[in-house]
């Protein structure tokens, strides 16, 4: 048989998972000189796109026009989208086998860690994964509810994800409304009774995990008291040892962080302020099992011995009146049946990409993944490229090697056949656009950037599935 990537046997590749990841390494493939290569891309809802369309806060447009670069990959020859397709429900991984000679799992990570403190099961507790998604429009999680009636809430945690939380509790609905927030999202909004929100960091400001475009965003924000304590602004000795090395990102961050512990309360109907070197260790519920306190305690930072700084415990504890926490400390990745998991990490087992075995270590010929199913919750949207293009490299070695599945059915045509038959109502790129048209066309009335689709059912309806 002819070698594998050839014309006359084109390397198949299927991706599951069509996030940022998946169409960087679909990328990456096409552009291998020599290569001829047909991508099948697979992902469980009807839409592409990931956090792109789900995680991404719906007032950072700018981040989203992304997407226009995933578009043209997705006119590529070879490409195929199979929306609506649960890999490990409708067609399992070893049913995947028999049609591809390379599987890339770029699933991402769906869920949250946990808050390891007592309490956290109390009524007002809640992942801030779960309200992120909600206010996009997940069709997961459309039916979710979040008691905005109270007024104070904790965001546990200081990264982007964080903030994007903590901004949407005190950002004025009116400007909400010009975004592509999902409506439901926007009307408890309106009606949210939100009057201070906390962000907790358990580290300094040198090692917040936001972004200065984000915190600065934070400044700008109308009717809100954006505020640090100054004893918390100011730098330990060992994060301004630290800071002689540091980037231009946590220089401007320190500066931002330096200029909000500045500010003074002006009466503004929002407050919002950002705590660091604490952490929660229990939070308080009434009789009825609702959030309404939370204990903190004051942490200082250590060097571990690989020079990184750490927060630990102090013996000096402050309490405070807390209504709702969203609990953001990171996003957790889920296994896929039959593909090597590490349950520690919620990442699956790899080397650079390549899966290995749990016990042994040993390559699973075939088996690949990028993204933050790959490496964890780390990075922006951007990062994902050379995260998927290293993992894209590997598979193009291992195609020289000849070290690929041998597909009892390598025709494109067999592995849509079979598609067919095991999921009728799959959805292609073609019907995409066709939900992207009408969403952008709603939002075009509203002076929106697109007024989106949450229920499953309603997306296929309108392509006729």
Do not use: C
């Not at 008691?147 to 903030?163: M, Q, T």
């Not at 909004?189 to 201070?196: D, P």
């Amino acid at each position: 048989m002819s070698q594998v990537g050839s014309e006359a046997n084109p390397l198949r590749v299927a991706i599951v998972g069509a996030g940022p990841a998946g169409f960087y390494a679909a990328e990456r493939l096409f552009k291998e000189k020599g290569l001829t290569v047909q991508v099948d891309m697979f992902e469980r809802l009807p839409v592409p796109f990931g956090l792109v369309r789900f995680g991404v806060a719906p007032d950072h447009p700018k981040i989203k026009s992304v997407t226009k670069v995933f578009d043209r990959i997705a006119k590529k020859p070879g490409f195929r989208f199979f929306g609506n397709v649960d890999i490990g429900e409708d067609i399992s991984v070893e049913e995947l086998k028999q049609y591809y000679h390379q599987i890339v799992f770029t699933i991402g990570a769906p869920t949250d860690r946990n808050l390891p403190v007592p309490g956290v099961e109390l009524t007002g507790n809640y992942p801030a994964t779960e309200f992120v998604a909600w206010y996009n429009g997940h069709p997961d999680y459309r039916d979710y509810e979040f008691d905005l009636s109270k007024e104070r809430a904790a965001v546990v945690g200081i990264g982007n994800v964080a903030v994007d939380v903590a901004r949407i509790l005190v950002r004025d609905p009116d400007e909400l409304a010009e975004t592509d927030i999902a409506d439901y999202a926007l009307e408890a909004l309106r009606q949210s009774n939100i009057k201070e929100v906390y962000v907790l960091g358990r580290r300094g400001p040198a090692q917040a995990a936001f972004t200065p475009p984000e915190a600065k965003e934070l400044l700008e924000l109308k009717g809100v008291d954006t505020l640090v304590l100054p004893e918390e602004a100011e730098l330990d000795p060992l994060s301004q040892e630290s800071m002689a090395a540091a980037g231009r990102g946590v220089v401007r961050n320190v500066e931002i962080i330096q200029q909000m512990a500045q500010n003074k309360p002006t009466g503004q109907p929002h407050k919002l302020t950002i705590r660091f070197l604490v952490s929660p260790v229990e939070i308080f519920g009434n009789e009825a099992g609702e959030v309404v306190g939370m204990k903190l305690v004051k942490n200082e930072l250590y060097k571990t011995e690989s020079g990184t700084l750490r927060p630990k415990a102090t013996d000096q504890f402050e309490e405070m009146p807390i209504d709702l926490v969203f609990r953001s400390v990171g996003y957790r990745g889920v296994p896929v049946p039959g593909v090597p998991f590490n349950d520690r990490w919620g990442v699956i087992m790899n080397q650079e990409g390549r899966v290995i075995e749990v016990e042994s270590g040993e390559q699973v010929i075939g088996e690949y993944t990028a993204g933050w199913i790959k490496r964890g919750p780390s990075g922006v949207i951007g990062t994902n490229k050379p995260d998927a293009v290293e993992t894209v490299v590997h598979m193009l070695e291992d195609v020289q090697a000849d070290k690929v599945l041998h597909p009892a059915h390598p025709e494109a045509d067999a592995a849509e056949a079979f598609i067919a038959e095991k999921q009728p109502r799959f959805v292609t790129y073609d019907d995409w656009l066709k939900i992207d048209e009408i969403e952008v066309a709603k939002g075009r009335e509203q002076g929106r950037p697109r007024v989106k689709f949450t229920d499953v059912e309603e997306m296929l309806a309108v392509v006729g599935k």
